[in-house]
T-cell receptor, first 115, second 111 residues
Framework: KAGVTQTPRYLIKTRGQQVTLSCSPI?????VSWYQQTPGQGLQFLFE???????NKGNFPGRFSGRQFSNSRSEMNVSTLELGDSALYLC??????????????FGAGSRLTVL | DAKTTQPTSMDCAEGRAANLPCNHS???????VYWYRQIHSQGPQYIIH???NNETNEMASLIITEDRKSSTLILPHATLRDTAVYYC????????????FGQGTRLTINP
């Protein structure tokens, strides 16, 4: 079956612009989470969506936002871009089982460069 | 969520077993141990998970101590393609999908 698809894979923006990244989860997966990876901070949790509701949020400023659609596809948006937002943005999906283990499947990521 | 401690780096010869330790001394009874790895610039890849018992799949084996305070990931016959950063993560069952990645162990497989 198809994996987690993230688009675009690469993009370049300038400071002050905004960007929208898209994530299509594995069919049947209802939980989508987003992570930011930078050389200095490593992998950091941004937020998680389940059934179109944000369930958890990491410690990021309000410029970072997201949403999930009824088909479980998710988007994240970063407004007023700063140089420090340059990173690999990773999306992961899971089926979410209330009583069991939940394995996350990650996409290849969207590499954002802010100039 | 429980924190984990892993060595920063390890080396292993190609064809030998790679044993990666992880300490999770504050783990609670309903928390699973998961292992992921990340090959340079790619998304993390799931390897294996376990709760109490040892587990084995086509990629690796997971040995969890009886007190559950530590575990070891074993790659039985390491290849050059196993060179990656390996992350040990603890997460409660049914919990929010909020993985907390530490620094992980950078495993280098040498020819």
């Amino acid at each position: 079956k198809a994996g987690v698809t993230q688009t675009p894979r690469y993009l370049i923006k300038t400071r002050g612009q905004q960007v929208t990244l898209s994530c299509s989860p594995i069919s049947g997966h209802r939980s989508v989470s987003w992570y930011q990876q930078t050389p200095g901070q490593g992998l950091q949790f941004l937020f998680e969506y389940f059934s179109e509701t944000q369930r958890n949020k990491g410690n990021f400023p309000g410029r970072f936002s997201g949403r999930q659609f009824s088909n479980s596809r998710s988007e994240m948006n970063v407004s007023t871009l700063e140089l420090g937002d340059s990173a690999l943005y990773l999306c992961a999906s899971s089926p979410f089982q209330v009583s069991g283990a939940n394995v996350l499947t990650f996409g290849a990521g969207s590499r954002l460069t802010v100039l | 969520d429980a924190k984990t401690t892993q060595p920063t780096s390890m080396d292993c010869a190609e064809g030998r077993a790679a044993n990666l330790p992880c300490n999770h001394s504050t783990i609670s009874g309903n928390e699973y141990v998961y292992w992921y790895r990340q090959i340079h610039s790619q998304g993390p890849q799931y390897i294996i998970h376990g709760l109490k018992n040892n587990e084995t799949n086509e990629m690796a084996s997971l040995i969890i101590t009886e007190d559950r305070k530590s575990s070891t990931l074993i790659l039985p016959h390491a290849t050059l393609r196993d060179t990656a950063v390996y992350y040990c993560i603890v997460l409660p069952r049914g919990g929010a999908q909020k993985l907390v990645f530490g620094q992980g162990t950078r495993l280098t497989i040498n020819p």
